[in-house]
């Protein structure tokens, strides 16, 4: 690897991490000694890149700190048109449309010598499953809800056909080959329940805030399912 791609990495493992990272994880990722990681850090220093910390504790990048945005290397173009391509044939409408648009944005602005990788990719998403089953509920809608915080009240049937009415804190939308699932907080159940998208006989979006940060609504759902996982494997 060329050491200007190397600090170009340096780079983007700090920045897609939310602690500090030890020259022996980037040294490992890159294949490199450790000698050489604290080499490339002290000159993105001196190139009044903003990296702290120190040898032992780890490496943070300033959140102040931006790079022009479409510096892709090949790999990542190649990441972002397999992971478009599935949006586009799996995602919701709205999302499909975006999935479009933004391998049209990135094709507008990447150097010529990348182009071809868009045009004519050597990577493709296809399913061997049939598309899901069309969603009674608007799913643009609800992510929106899931960002603002607020309640939505579903009429939902269950896996036996049975109806029921829930008040539910959205907090995350699942995409899978064959169905969309809502995770969300079941005022009805106490507890986090998932939801098919498709068993959504209707849905009332509501201007009622839940009243909880929804990254923290989402911890504690990643909590819970961690330890549902736990207790599952320990029996």
């Known amino acids: 690897m060329r050491r200007a791609d190397r600090l170009f990495q340096i780079i983007q493992i700090l920045r897609r991490s939310s602690r500090p990272v030890t020259a022996a994880e980037i040294a490992g990722e890159l294949e490199v000694s450790q000698r050489t990681v604290y080499r490339d850090v002290a000159d993105l220093i001196a190139q009044r890149v903003p990296v702290q910390g120190e040898a032992g504790f780890g490496y943070i990048l300033d959140d102040a700190f931006d790079m022009p945005p479409l510096m892709l290397t090949p790999d990542e173009v190649e990441a972002a048109v397999l992971g478009a391509q599935w949006v586009a044939s799996r995602g919701d409408p709205v999302l499909a449309n975006a999935a479009r648009d933004l391998i049209a944005k990135i094709t507008s602005v990447v150097p010529d010598r990348l182009r071809p990788l868009i045009a004519d990719p050597a990577i493709a998403a296809r399913s ?82 839940h009243g909880v940060r929804p990254a923290t609504l989402r911890q504690r759902w990643k909590r819970d399912m961690t330890e549902r996982h736990q207790a599952g494997s320990a029996r």
């Not at 929106?144 to 896996?159: F, H, M, S, T």
């Not at 995350?172 to 009805?188: K, N, Q, V």
């Open 128 to 209: 061997t499953k049939p598309p899901p089953m069309p969603d009674r509920i608007d799913l643009a809608r609800t992510r929106e809800w899931i960002r603002e915080g607020r309640k939505i009240a579903i009429d939902y049937l269950d896996q036996h056909g049975e109806p029921t009415r829930r008040i539910v804190w959205p907090i995350i939308l699942g995409f899978l080959d064959d169905t969309r699932m809502l995770a969300a907080w079941c005022e009805l159940r106490q507890d986090f329940r998932h939801f098919r998208a498709d068993r959504i006989s209707a849905a009332t979006f509501l201007e009622d805030g």
